[in-house]
């Protein structure tokens, strides 16, 4: 989450948010990647106080340099949205995240 939470708990909200998005994406996986295609995609996006998410702040960030990966993980989150309503006691406007996708690769351990 880029946002500041201003203290709300958003625990619930991303859990939730984070299954949709993870129910869309397996459900649209390309099939290059059956094939053992490889790479990470990094999405930015806002959702709105509806949770809605706009299309001009949908955005990849770090591409895999392969269009097809790209894509799937653009659309995992444009198929999930619209999300739940942003807590009521969260004052601004919306709430940015990024989620990043992996493709074959093995998730990187934290240092």
Do not use: C
Not at 44 to 69: I, N, T
């Amino acid at each position: 989450m880029r946002t500041d939470t201003e203290g709300v708990d958003f625990g619930p909200y991303m859990k939730s948010l984070y299954m949709s998005i993870k129910r869309e994406w397996f459900a649209g996986m390309p099939p290059s990647v059956e094939k053992g295609e490889k790479g990470t995609v990094t999405v930015q996006f806002r959702v709105l106080r509806d949770g809605k998410v706009p299309e001009d702040f949908l955005k990849v960030v770090f591409s895999s340099e392969k269009k097809d990966l790209d894509e799937a993980s653009l659309q995992a989150v444009r198929k999930a949205a619209p999300f739940d309503h942003l807590p009521e006691k969260y004052s601004q406007p919306f709430i940015e995240l990024r989620m990043t996708f992996q493709y074959n690769v093995a998730p990187q351990k934290p240092h």
